[in-house]
């Protein structure tokens, strides 16, 4: 299984993850040409190779206008106390009702920020899903630490444009990188206090910690903000699961550099490898009902997907009074458990969920782009146990058939004559 090993010992920012998997690729310097390509308004990145302990690795900077967030001053202190330069002021609500000192610079909002993305960015309708999913959690996060609704959370033009960057970058390297799956190290968030544009705030910031629910988390004596609301969101959305590093064999190390100089490398490390163990343990959840119509069970199975469940599936059951009913049953990560649990209830008729341990046995899985005459398709291919799959990626296929006024099966035959 290609497995991809974040080491997040001093925190994560999206500049330090976008350097850390651009040195996993095999031709860092045509991707920075595509990410220069891309058009984010007034955005252009650079790579440089820098230093921190003895440790060399990548420093990427996003210019907005030619010029870093930290370089901007517009209110916050950002070279004293903050320790990822330029990610973090973008992330903070600012009330219009409020008087600012500077009134020169615009904010968006996240249809602003969605109209940028779907309307201007030349993304893959999946990357560019990936991007706003991680931008609706910063956004979500944020609207609940200042009690506002979503539609009222805006971003300041410079670190907005910040974001997306690093963001967009991130999105784009994990889909180059194609891991099967993702497994992050405990997340270190520093500690003390971060000056902001509402006061003085502690450390992990209030959406950071909010964003991070869940994750095992811890601060230390290194006092700072390590890990900011962009790098929390891109943890949260990608990551598989947090822990220790599996056993794996390690093909490619990438280092991420931070800007801020601290005792400990100040860097994000990426390990990329195969993992061995082709086995997963797994939570299998049940509940019966017979008194939910096929529509409310549909919502619910659509929406225990959307929450992380590996599988869903209903099989007809007969229950107490001669009911014929229905066995709903969800496979998980021990991690996604109790969001299963809650789903259940808030979805389903059930007054009891049943809970047993059990052990996926999966294929190792890889996922390649193949340009066709039709556009790229994503092309899958399962290994193990003796046997080798591959298949068109469905989503790729339907866009193939419909622009192309074909059937399904027409499609599938079309893309597998050429490649």
Do not use: W
Not at 330 to 347: F, N
């Amino acid at each position: 299984m290609k497995t991809l090993y974040l080491d997040c010992g001093m925190g994560a920012a999206g500049d330090m993850l976008t350097a850390a998997l651009l040195e996993l690729l095999p031709d860092p310097e045509a991707f920075m040409e595509k990410l220069n390509a891309l058009g984010v308004p007034g955005v252009t990145f650079a790579a440089e190779k820098a230093e921190k302990c003895g440790v060399v690795g990548t420093r990427v900077s996003v210019r907005v206008h030619g010029a870093e967030e930290g370089d901007e001053p517009h209110g916050h202190d950002h070279e004293h106390t903050h320790e990822h330069s330029h990610e973090h002021t973008h992330e903070h609500e600012h009330n219009h009702e409020h008087n600012h000192e500077h009134h020169d610079h615009s904010h968006s909002g996240l249809a602003d920020i969605e109209h940028i993305v779907t309307g201007h960015l030349s993304l893959p309708p999946a990357v560019a899903a990936d991007v706003m999913n991680v931008y609706a959690v910063i956004a979500d996060a944020e609207s609940r630490v200042h009690g506002r609704p979503v539609s009222e959370v805006h971003f300041h033009e410079v670190g907005a444009m910040d974001a997306i960057a690093d963001i967009t970058a991130v999105c784009l390297l994990l889909r180059e990188l194609a891991p099967d799956e993702i497994v992050a190290s405990p997340v270190h968030v520093g500690s003390g206090q971060v000056q902001c544009a509402h006061g003085i705030l502690p450390v992990p910031a209030p959406a950071t910690a909010l964003i991070l629910q869940g994750v095992p988390i811890y601060g230390g004596e290194i006092r700072g903000e390590l890990c900011t609301p962009t790098g929390a969101a891109l943890l949260r959305h990608f990551v598989t699961r947090f822990g220790a590093m599996p056993a794996m064999t390690v093909e490619k190390i990438g280092y991420g550099m931070g800007k801020k100089d601290f005792p400990a490398a100040n860097c994000v490390r990426a390990m990329l490898g195969d993992s061995a163990d082709q086995t997963e343990t797994a939570v299998e959840l049940s509940c019966n009902v017979d008194d939910m119509t096929a529509e409310e069970i549909g919502f619910a199975m659509e929406r225990l997907f959307e929450g992380g469940a590996k599988e869903v599936y209903t099989v007809p059951i007969g229950m107490k009074k001669s009911r014929p009913g229905t066995l709903l049953r969800v496979i998980c990560g021990q991690q996604e458990k109790d969001a299963m649990v809650r789903l259940l209830y808030q979805h389903t008729s059930t007054i009891g969920v049943r809970a047993v341990l059990t052990q996926r046995f999966v294929l190792e899985r890889s996922t390649k782009t193949v340009t066709t005459r039709q556009g790229d398709v994503r092309l899958k291919t399962s290994v193990g146990y003796g046997v080798t799959r591959q298949k068109a990626e469905y989503d790729d296929l339907a866009r193939v058939a419909k622009e192309n006024g074909l059937s399904l099966a027409e499609a599938r035959k079309l893309i597998e004559e050429q490649i």
